[in-house]
């Protein structure tokens, strides 16, 4: 593994975050549903970027996760009050880290990590400061600054230049794979952290490491 790497740069859904911790909340409001939905409202919130950022309709990442839980809920032929909704996007500052994230962040502590997400600041912001190493990370950075969402080059061009490296001194870390074809195509270091036993997207894209968690990337230092 290269030691030349200066900045470890993170996605933040599926990768810091569980996002699927949301379906206890899901469940106490819907039950027999918390799985179901949740799986909904990760797959149509993914989808519903890819397809505003192709149709040049931006709306904030906020935005886009409320209309996918209200799909989510629609298909599971739920009612969605404004508190149920509003309840249930609470849940979505307050996602649980996965168990490795902090220790894995403490030893990395001499370098620069920053967070880079197509999440938007009202949701980054406070998912961040409530956990317990958000004050770890150097730098904390949206696609919402450039209205961009990856894995357009743009945004991890955005990146790029306010972390003020080389690509090449850049390792990014995702647990999707999409997110680590685009970093790869831009010419970012990729760790792909395939949590799912996924296969690699066929796109001629692949990553540098390939690890179960978090921990596989201390091989970087």
């Given at each position: 593994?290269?030691?030349?790497?200066?900045?470890?740069?993170?996605?933040?859904?599926?990768?810091?975050?569980?996002?699927?911790?949301?379906?206890?909340?899901?469940?106490?409001?819907y039950?027999?549903?918390?799985?179901?939905?949740?799986?909904?409202w990760?797959?149509?919130?993914?989808?519903?970027?890819?397809?505003?950022?192709?149709?040049?309709?931006?709306?904030?990442?906020?935005?886009?996760?409320?209309d996918?839980?209200?799909?989510a809920?629609?298909e599971?032929?739920?009612?969605i009050?404004?508190?149920?909704?509003?309840?249930l996007m609470?849940?979505?500052?307050?996602?649980?880290?996965?168990?490795?994230?902090?220790?894995?962040l403490l030893?990395?502590?001499?370098?620069?990590?920053?967070?880079?997400?197509n999440?938007?600041?009202d949701?980054?912001?406070?998912l961040?400061?409530?956990?317990?190493?958000g004050?770890?990370?150097?730098?904390?950075?949206?696609v919402?600054?450039v209205k961009?969402?990856?894995?357009?080059?743009a945004?991890?061009?955005h990146?790029l230049?306010?972390?003020?490296?080389?690509r090449?001194?850049?390792l990014?870390i995702?647990?999707?794979g999409?997110?680590?074809?685009?970093?790869?195509n831009?010419?970012?270091?990729?760790?792909?952290?395939?949590?799912?036993?996924?296969?690699?997207e066929?796109?001629e894209l692949?990553?540098?490491?390939?690890?179960?968690?978090?921990t596989g990337?201390?091989?970087?230092?």
């Open positions: 593994m290269s030691k030349s790497i200066k900045a470890f740069v993170f996605d933040v859904y599926g990768t810091l975050f569980d996002v699927h911790s949301v379906k206890e909340a899901v469940e106490t409001l039950p027999g549903k918390g799985e179901s939905i949740s799986q909904t990760r797959k149509k919130q993914v989808e519903y970027s890819f397809l505003r950022q192709l149709m040049g309709t931006y709306r904030s990442f906020w935005e886009i996760t409320k996918a839980l209200r799909y809920l629609k599971n032929e739920r009612s009050p404004s508190e149920i909704e509003e309840f609470e849940a979505y500052l307050h996602l649980t880290p996965f168990p490795e994230v902090h220790e894995v030893q990395l502590r001499n370098k620069t990590l920053a967070v880079f997400s999440g938007s600041h949701m980054l912001d406070p961040i400061d409530h956990s317990p190493f004050e770890l990370f150097d730098d904390v950075i949206s919402d600054e961009q969402y990856k894995p357009t080059p945004a991890y061009d990146a230049h306010t972390l003020k490296v080389s090449k001194e850049v990014f995702s647990s999707n999409w997110d680590i074809s685009g970093a790869k831009f010419g970012f270091r990729t760790a792909w952290i395939n949590r799912n036993k996924l296969p690699i066929e796109l692949y990553p540098d490491a390939i690890y179960e968690d978090l990337i201390l091989e970087w230092i």
